[in-house]
Antibody, heavy 119, light 108 residues
Framework: QVRLVQSGAEVKKPGASVKVSCKAS????????IHWVRQAPGQGLEWMGV????????RYIKKFQGRISMTRDTSANTVYVDLNSLRPEDTAVYYC????????????WGQGTLVTVSS | SYVLTQPPSLSVAPGETATITCGGN??????VHWYQQRPGQAPVVVVY???ARPSGIPERFSGSNSGNTATLTISRVEAGDEADYYC???????????FGGGTKLTVL
């Protein structure tokens, strides 16, 4: 069965960087795009961007450009999101999620990783 | 960028029908997906491609989409349906996924 397993919770100071991983199993890793979605405490879902594990191409929303990097390791079936220059407002649960095409839903989700940014 | 508008909250008595709307410019031309999120859990797809239902989702969940409004309808609401619900589309202009702000469904 399809599984996305994320790395554990992180606590970071403002200005630091965080790297969250998402390990995929149960399907051919390069066949499906992986998205990152975050949710601040008590807030809604925010789509951050997407990576194509096959070629490594990425797309990010404008608010994160310059601060975000999504990468993948095909030998480990794992994708990563790296967010730098962290601010307290980056405190959120970060989810990875898989789709089966541009018009398909995000059918499979990781369990979420809480990133706390606090001095 | 494309904006999806949902009512922040909705309260329904058990056994009644919950109707959650998602407004967007010509959203009827887009494929809309709906997610249910319970506290502390990842979202789960309850309706996709406007009106299709994944296996395991009760028939009580249905969807429609026309004009400027997409709708998620939950018939015969149960206590277990209490959750946050989000609509989502693929904005072809920006090639981004977009979520609505979410609707908190309270079962009285």
């Amino acid at each position: 069965q399809v599984r996305l397993v994320q790395s554990g919770a992180e606590v970071k100071k403002p200005g630091a960087s965080v790297k969250v991983s998402c390990k995929a199993s149960g399907y051919t890793f390069i066949d499906s795009y992986i998205h990152w979605v975050r949710q601040a405490p008590g807030q809604g879902l925010e789509w951050m961007g997407v990576i194509n594990p096959s070629g490594g191409s990425t797309r990010y929303i404008k608010k994160f450009q310059g601060r975000i990097s999504m990468t993948r390791d095909t030998s480990a079936n794992t994708v990563y999101v790296d967010l730098n220059s962290l601010r307290p407002e980056d405190t959120a649960v970060y989810y990875c999620a898989r789709d089966d095409g541009s018009s398909s839903p995000l059918e499979y989700w990781g369990q979420g990783t809480l990133v706390t940014v606090s001095s | 960028s494309y904006v999806l508008t949902q009512p922040p909250s909705l309260s329904v008595a058990p056994g009644e029908t919950a109707t959650i709307t998602c407004g967007g410019n010509n959203i009827g031309d887009e494929a809309v997906h709906w997610y249910q999120q319970r506290p502390g859990q990842a979202p789960v797809v309850v309706v996709y491609l406007d009106s299709a239902r994944p296996s395991g989702i009760p028939e009580r969940f249905s969807g429609s989409n026309s004009g400027n409004t997409a709708t998620l309808t939950i018939s015969r609401v149960e206590a277990g349906d209490e959750a946050d619900y989000y609509c989502q589309v693929w904005d072809t202009n920006s090639d981004h996924r977009v979520f609505g702000g979410g609707t908190k469904l309270t079962v009285l």
